[in-house]
């Protein structure tokens, strides 16, 4: 009988961090992992307002690993001006965006997807194929688009939209 509780135990456990890391890589994705929003602070804006092109990647100073595993700790990503003018100006040809664009948003963030390939002969090759373009509209919505960079072409974009109403 201890046997069998003690799997489960240990089952439950990994599938719990599998669900948290599962949230914590979306959160990341998502560009929520700078998020200062509270109660009195209820923002959209999951990014720093002096965004210099420079970011965290995923397993460096700052991230989830802190340096250690993970992605072996690259440290610091700089997107290029080059690259980000590219995402916006794919971003901008969609009709979808457009309308977003007409209708008071505003591109406030471009985070690069990078992808890492090992090679059979140890050859490490990575490539930013793929961006995401967050957009914010006051403090009453927020969108987030998926630009396949190699295509040219938005593959997805979702829209989240707040209300709040206030009653004394």
């Given at each position: 009988?201890?046997?069998i509780q003690k799997?489960?135990?240990i089952t439950?456990?990994v599938?719990?961090?599998?669900?948290l890391?599962?949230?914590?890589?979306?959160?990341?994705?998502?560009?929520a992992?700078n998020?200062?929003?509270?109660?009195t602070?209820a923002?959209w804006?999951?990014?720093?307002q002096?965004?210099?092109?420079t970011?965290?990647?995923?397993?460096?100073?700052?991230a989830f690993?802190r340096?250690?595993g993970g992605?072996?700790g690259f440290?610091?990503?700089t997107?290029?001006?080059?690259?980000?003018?590219?995402?916006?100006n794919?971003?901008k040809?969609d009709?979808?965006?457009q309308q977003l664009?007409?209708?008071g948003?505003?591109?406030?963030f471009?985070?690069?997807i990078?992808s890492?390939?090992?090679?059979?002969?140890?050859?490490?090759?990575?490539k930013?194929?793929t961006?995401?373009v967050?957009?914010?509209k006051d403090t009453?919505?927020?969108?987030t688009?998926?630009v396949?960079?190699?295509?040219?072409?938005?593959?997805?974009?979702?829209?989240?939209?707040?209300?709040?109403?206030?009653k004394?």
């Amino acid at each position: 009988m201890k046997k069998i509780q003690k799997k489960t135990v240990i089952t439950t456990a990994v599938l719990a961090l599998a669900v948290l890391s599962g949230i914590a890589l979306m959160a990341y994705a998502n560009g929520a992992t700078n998020n200062t929003n509270t109660a009195t602070n209820a923002t959209w804006n999951s990014f720093d307002q002096n965004y210099n092109g420079t970011m965290p990647f995923p397993g460096g100073p700052g991230a989830f690993g802190r340096g250690r595993g993970g992605c072996g700790g690259f440290g610091q990503v700089t997107v290029s001006q080059e690259y980000k003018d590219n995402v916006i100006n794919i971003t901008k040809t969609d009709s979808d965006v457009q309308q977003l664009l007409t209708d008071g948003y505003n591109i406030t963030f471009v985070r690069p997807i990078i992808s890492t390939t090992v090679e059979a002969d140890g050859t490490v090759t990575m490539k930013a194929t793929t961006a995401i373009v967050t957009l914010i509209k006051d403090t009453t919505g927020k969108a987030t688009v998926w630009v396949d960079v190699e295509q040219a072409k938005v593959t997805r974009i979702e829209i989240l939209t707040r209300t709040v109403i206030e009653k004394s």
